[in-house]
């Protein structure tokens, strides 16, 4: 018996078969990535890391421990204006 393997682009595309959740998806972890980056850059603890940002350490703490559930986009957008990272997007045709 034979597996066949399917390639994916990213994890979400394996994930997630709703194109519609699956772009937010991809959209919520990227901006994620950008805090965790800026926050590991900062030496800042999580407690001032979150003043800084604009939101309670617990919240900065689902962020870095990757609980997507618990992120919203415009969040996640407010915490990187709040620290001088401008969000922006573009927007493309679906294939």
């Known amino acids: 018996m034979t597996l066949k393997m399917q390639a994916f682009a990213n994890v979400w595309d394996a994930l997630?078969?709703?194109p519609v959740i699956r772009a937010n998806?991809?959209?919520r972890s990227a901006l994620m990535l950008e805090?965790?980056?800026w926050f590991e850059a900062s030496g800042y603890t999580q407690k001032d890391a979150a003043n800084v940002l604009g939101t309670t350490q617990p919240?900065?703490?689902d962020v870095l421990k990757g609980k997507?559930?618990?992120c919203t986009?415009?969040?996640l957008?407010?915490?990187l204006e709040a620290v001088?990272?401008?969000v922006s997007f573009s927007l493309a045709k679906a294939a």
Do not use: A, F, S
């Open 16 to 18: 997630e078969p709703d």
């Open 73 to 75: 986009i415009d969040r």
């Open 35 to 37: 805090i965790t980056k």
């Open 59 to 61: 919240r900065l703490n």
């Open 84 to 86: 001088g990272q401008h």
């Open 77 to 79: 957008v407010n915490m």
């Open 68 to 70: 997507i559930d618990r």
């Open 25 to 27: 998806l991809k959209l």
